[in-house]
């Protein structure tokens, strides 16, 4: 009986040794010994299979980092950054699969199809620290834009993503940097700053009125 | 240049000043993407040149005594790589520390573990900045321990770091590339050794082995096993810092004892071992409970080769300054007279650097030497401030060893004179009968 998971890997092992998608599910499925019927049982097309690998890679990160003894202890922003570099740890050994999924996903803005099922995962967990952090005054809750914080994150997926697989260093070494930089501006940003002091400011001012004339002596 | 009120000296105010530099710098690209705004065609040299020359006052403002009294050896306009010597080195790569995720995952990397797997105990938290990474506490089978841990990508701006300010230092200067490229090949090589940790720690301990009988000095037991590319484990040398110790009073007798420790710990190694420990910062030495000198640091060493040594420490350590002669054919092997200088520049060569040889050999002279005399120090200021003023000496001479050593031995005596410390000088002299043979 074959499973997902042997499908899976099945799929992955045509695309590295062929270097590209097989020419109908019907082969693919004969060469597993299914029916095309079969097949659908579990996907809907190639493209459902890279994305559930894409789902099953970003849930076994979050299911290691979340397990380490030390998580904790983490701030959101170091629960953010133990995500990240769990997530260039698990690829490493994917990464010809990263590469070829990424290359040939189609060029546009916005998220790849192939990610959508990472990017939900992704999505509850960036929510879910965020709001831990909202909670522990570690970031700042500021009207419209702490719903936008989660966005800003999968932004940093996406970017550490293509850095990683454009990254040339021994042991990813850049990669690593461009996290820790990355990572460190974003919380930077949702931490309190002296700009949400002078809206604030801003807006008593306005609300109280008369900007003009108490700035005459 | 701008008028300097003070000389920051403690670590801690080193590093401020460098945060304000990146301030500077940082500036000065909101400077440059402002104005590029209203003129398009303004070209990047502009802005370059701000930082190069804001990078460079933060360095000469930093310079403190020791990189006075190096202008000494001729070197005047070596200040730049002096200036570099010092300050790349420690301060700047004071970067941001390490976000406990990146501990963990360098650790991962290299280790296969993560550090509560490898240690019983393991403080995420660092307790201090080393120069290019920072020291975390640890314990295993009931053994305190310190873990350094190197910042990723430290090699990297190091390199990328000198390459922007160097053309701008040479125009700053108003030297050629080519004068001063071979003393910033030897700070950059010296530099990125420090980011080994892999020679650092084989040096470690080669160097603690081998000077493990000196007296009154102690090194940490090294654990190779758990140590990798960027981590460094080591046992937790309990003491105080220099400035700590002296606030505590301590008697005469036992700032000798230290003082003579870390004399002996430096000739032992320049003479015995030919390889220096080339970064007396005072940050690199606790002082333990016992009396003894810790030492904690082996990221710069500084090998001395034969055509350095010999003629070098001949004019200090034997009467070859009294045969003028063969101290002149000395001064050209160290190309502190050249062969295109005509004779009334090697008459005047020959005087300068006779009286400086001469000043800085003072302490091996006698048997015994004390530091607290300020009069000694001054004279050595006195004597850097003279020749940095002569016009003789605007352009840069001496072999490019003269960099770490002068740094090496000016750092000791300084540390000496801040310590107050008589000390014997005779304890590991130079082997010069090589030299006197030929």
């Keep these: 009986m074959t499973t997902a998971e042997e499908l899976k890997n099945a799929y992955i092992d045509y695309v590295l040794t062929q270097g590209d998608k097989p020419k109908s599910v019907y082969v693919f499925a004969k060469e597993n010994n299914l029916t095309e019927e079969e097949f659908y049982n579990f996907f809907g097309s190639f493209e459902g299979i890279e994305e559930s690998i894409w789902t099953d890679l970003t849930g076994k990160v979050l299911f290691e980092v979340q397990t380490q003894e030390i998580w904790e202890q983490y701030s959101a922003r170091e629960k953010a950054l133990a995500f990240f570099y769990g997530l260039i740890e698990l690829l490493k050994s994917r990464r010809s699969f990263v590469l070829y999924s990424l290359n040939n996903s189609p060029k546009s803005f916005g998220t790849p199809p192939v990610l959508k099922g990472a990017k939900k995962v992704f999505e509850h967990f960036a929510v879910n620290i965020i709001q831990q952090g909202i909670e522990s005054g570690e970031l700042a809750d500021r009207r419209f834009f702490s719903d936008k914080y989660k966005d800003a994150l999968w932004v940093q997926f996406g970017f550490i993503l293509n850095f990683w697989a454009k990254d040339n260093s021994a042991g990813f070494e850049k990669t690593d940097e461009a996290i820790e930089k990355g990572i460190t501006v974003t919380f930077d940003l949702f931490e309190k700053s002296p700009l949400d002091s002078l809206i604030d400011y801003g807006k008593f001012m306005m609300n109280n009125g008369g900007m003009k004339q108490n700035m005459k002596f | ?438």
Excluded at chain 2, 58 to 76: I, P, R
Excluded at chain 2, 336 to 358: G, H, L, W
């Design chain 2, 1 to 438: 240049m701008k008028e300097q009120n003070s000389i920051p000296t403690s670590k801690t105010e080193r590093s401020a000043r460098f945060v304000k530099t990146g301030f500077k710098v940082g500036g000065n690209y909101i400077k440059h993407y402002s104005k590029k705004l209203f003129n398009p065609a303004l070209s990047k040299e502009e802005l370059n040149l701000d930082n190069a020359t804001d990078i460079y006052a933060s360095l000469s403002e930093l310079k403190g005594s020791a990189l006075k009294v190096a202008q000494m050896l001729s070197m005047d306009k070596n200040i730049l790589p002096k200036a570099y010597v010092d300050q790349f080195s420690l301060s700047q790569y004071n970067a941001p520390p390490l976000s406990g995720p990146l501990i963990v995952r360098t650790f991962s990397k290299y280790f296969g573990k993560t550090p509560s797997e490898i240690f019983d105990q393991f403080n995420i938290r660092s307790k201090n900045a080393a120069s290019i990474g920072q020291v975390h506490e640890a314990s295993l089978y009931g053994k305190k321990l310190a873990v350094k841990i190197q910042y990723p990508g430290v090699g990297d701006s190091i390199s990328s770091d000198l390459k922007m300010v160097k053309p701008f230092a040479f125009r700053l200067l108003g030297m050629s590339q080519k004068e001063l490229e071979i003393y910033m090949n030897e700070v950059e090589e010296r530099l990125l050794e420090e980011t080994d940790y892999d020679l650092e720690l084989k040096r470690s301990i080669e160097f603690s082995e081998a000077c493990r009988d000196l007296k009154n000095v102690v090194f940490p037991t090294y654990y190779p096993e758990l140590s990798s590319k960027r981590i460094i484990s080591m046992d937790w040398i309990e003491g105080q810092h220099l400035k700590e110790f002296m606030k505590s009073n301590p008697s005469q007798e036992l700032r000798n004892q230290i003082g003579q420790a870390l004399w002996d710990f430096y000739n032992f190694q320049q003479h015995e071992l030919r390889a220096v420990h080339a970064d007396p910062h005072p940050g690199n030495f606790l002082i333990t409970a016992e009396g003894k000198l810790g030492i904690i640091d082996f990221g710069c060493i500084k090998e001395m080769p034969d055509d350095f040594y010999y003629p070098f420490f001949s004019l200090t350590a034997t009467d070859l300054l009294e045969n003028k002669e063969e101290t002149i054919k000395a001064f050209r092997e160290l190309e502190m007279i050249q062969d295109k200088d005509n004779p009334e520049q090697v008459e005047f060569y020959y005087q300068a650097y006779k009286e400086m040889i001469s000043l800085f050999a003072q302490p091996y002279m006698s048997d015994s030497f004390d530091f607290s005399q300020t009069e000694y120090f001054e004279k050595l200021y006195g004597y850097g401030e003279k020749i940095s003023k002569m016009p003789e000496f605007k352009q840069a001479r001496g072999v490019k060893h003269f960099i770490y050593v002068n740094r090496t031995n000016f750092g000791l005596y300084n540390i000496l004179h801040d310590l107050g410390a008589k000390v014997k000088t005779d304890t590991y002299k130079p082997h010069v009968d090589r030299f006197m043979l030929k």
